[in-house]
């Protein structure tokens, strides 16, 4: 998986809050934090704060993205504090 520069999983989880969807995202974005991706799209996804904070360790350990794609995602303004 050297060459995964998009991550694009849009439209995926578009039902209400489940407590395995963040641990899941988490799990993807890990897996992907030390790879040379460079976009992702989340788009479409049911992420609330649960979901914002998935991103923790991908965010600190990759250095390559560039295109964070989360619109429509029920992101609130704490879970867009988080992220940032």
């Known amino acids: 998986m050297k060459k995964l520069e998009k991550f ?5 989880i578009g039902f209400r809050h ?7 995202n988490a799990s993807m974005l ?7 991706v460079r976009e992702i799209d ?7 704060e649960d ?3 998935a991103f923790d360790g ?3 350990n990759n250095t ?3 295109i964070l794609s989360i619109n429509n995602c029920s992101l609130g303004p704490k ?5 940032l």
């Open 30 to 36: 890990l897996a992907a934090a030390d790879k040379n």
């Open 64 to 66: 390559s993205l560039r």
């Open 51 to 53: 979901g914002a904070r």
């Open 18 to 24: 489940r407590s395995d969807m963040p641990r899941g």
């Open 79 to 83: 879970s867009g504090l988080m992220i």
């Open 58 to 60: 991908f965010l600190e």
């Open 8 to 12: 694009d999983v849009s439209d995926t």
């Open 42 to 48: 989340l788009s479409k996804n049911f992420l609330d």
